[in-house]
């Protein structure tokens, strides 16, 4: 069975997840996206109502090496689409990672990247409540049980995306640390393609500063950029992480392949259809 699955992702890499050019001109909707994407039902992202959730008695997520320093030096990328940096193990050579609550599995975190909007407009993916906020941090783990990402592509539990909401405010009530050591470094990134790396030490676990990882919204969902399949768990932490805007103001200066701005980078929300989002509340 295992092996069939990956003949069939290796016939899958092939064809499908060539990673074509794309925009945010009309956020998604002018995406070429493989039939079965394009008609799928649990695509992301989605509008999360607090009126609709289902309380989850699942167990805490639980946070494998986020207490220890990344080796590094961590390489960080203007895509053209967005600024994306990638993990390295911590200074043991082990990975940082993620298990527990209703994950079978260990997913070992792989990079984040950022969803922004605009001087005159917001930028999260997922609104709650109908609110969107001002920006979007998703950390993305892959599941250890596949050895490559397009295997997991194949699979509905191939990732798990960490979703942190950010707002943009002149001074933030707890300095957001580890992310600031980040954000400090997206004016470097301005040209299409450029690279800077990010030396000083820093945990994964900085990244949270006070959000409460124990409480959350999960649903099961899809990758927002193409290939859009539908390998991922999401989980989406309610409280917004307040960031200095004096930063988040440097991600509208990012070019594109084409010179233009990478401003607005979200995909337009998606429908729910009949999936259940959980909520879990720290207990
Ligand atoms: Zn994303």
Same mark, same amino acid.
């Given at each position: 069975?295992?092996?069939?699955?990956?003949?069939?992702?290796?016939?899958?890499?092939?064809?499908?997840?060539?990673?074509?050019?794309?925009?945010?001109?009309?956020?998604?909707?002018?995406?070429?996206?493989?039939?079965?994407?394009?008609?799928?039902?649990?695509?992301?992202?989605?509008?999360?109502?607090?009126?609709?959730?289902?309380?989850?008695?699942?167990?805490?997520?639980?946070?494998?090496?986020?207490?220890?320093?990344?080796?590094?030096?961590?390489?960080?990328?203007?895509?053209?689409?967005?600024?994306?940096?990638? %993990? #390295?193990?911590?200074?043991?050579? +082990?990975? =940082?990672?993620?298990?527990?609550? $209703?994950?079978?599995? @260990?997913?070992?975190?792989?990079?984040?990247?950022?969803?922004?909007?605009?001087?005159?407009?917001?930028?999260?993916?997922?609104?709650?409540?109908?609110?969107?906020?001002?920006?979007?941090?998703?950390?993305?783990?892959?599941?250890?049980?596949?050895?490559?990402?397009?295997?997991?592509?194949?699979?509905?539990?191939?990732?798990?995306?960490?979703?942190?909401?950010?707002?943009?405010?002149?001074?933030?009530?707890?300095?957001?640390?580890?992310?600031?050591?980040?954000?400090?470094?997206?004016?470097?990134?301005?040209?299409?393609?450029?690279?800077?790396?990010?030396?000083?030490?820093?945990?994964?676990?900085?990244?949270?500063?006070?959000?409460?990882?124990?409480?959350? %919204? #999960?649903?099961?969902?899809?990758? +927002?950029? =193409?290939?859009?399949?539908?390998? $991922?768990?999401?989980? @989406?932490?309610?409280?917004?992480?307040?960031?200095?805007?004096?930063?988040?103001?440097?991600?509208?200066?990012?070019?594109?392949?084409?010179?233009?701005?990478?401003?607005?980078?979200?995909?337009?929300?998606?429908?729910?259809?009949?999936?259940?989002?959980?909520?879990?509340?720290?207990?």
């Amino acid at each position: 069975m295992v092996k069939a699955i990956r003949k069939f992702c290796s016939a899958v890499e092939r064809t499908c997840f060539v990673q074509k050019p794309f925009n945010y001109d009309h956020h998604g909707d002018d995406w070429e996206l493989a039939s079965d994407v394009r008609c799928g039902k649990q695509q992301s992202p989605i509008a999360i109502n607090r009126k609709k959730i289902c309380l989850s008695k699942a167990s805490k997520l639980h946070f494998l090496n986020y207490h220890k320093p990344l080796a590094g030096p961590l390489k960080f990328h203007n895509t053209g689409t967005t600024a994306k940096l990638y %993990f #390295s193990a911590v200074e043991d050579g +082990t990975l =940082p990672g993620i298990c527990g609550c $209703v994950l079978e599995s @260990v997913y070992q975190a792989v990079q984040m990247h950022f969803h922004w909007g605009s001087e005159s407009s917001k930028g999260a993916e997922h609104t709650i409540d109908g609110v969107r906020h001002d920006g979007e941090l998703h950390i993305v783990h892959k599941n250890c049980a596949y050895s490559t990402k397009s295997e997991a592509m194949c699979s509905p539990d191939g990732f798990v995306v960490l979703a942190i909401l950010l707002r943009a405010v002149t001074k933030p009530k707890v300095e957001p640390v580890g992310l600031n050591k980040i954000l400090q470094q997206v004016k470097q990134l301005q040209e299409f393609g450029s690279i800077t790396t990010i030396k000083p030490q820093m945990k994964m676990n900085e990244l949270f500063a006070n959000i409460k990882t124990d409480e959350f %919204f #999960s649903y099961k969902g899809s990758l +927002t950029t =193409p290939p859009c399949v539908e390998a $991922v768990n999401w989980f @989406v932490f309610p409280k917004a992480l307040e960031v200095g805007k004096k930063y988040l103001r440097h991600f509208w200066c990012l070019q594109d392949s084409y010179d233009k701005l990478v401003i607005n980078n979200y995909r337009n929300l998606q429908d729910i259809h009949d999936r259940t989002v959980y909520f879990r509340s720290m207990m």
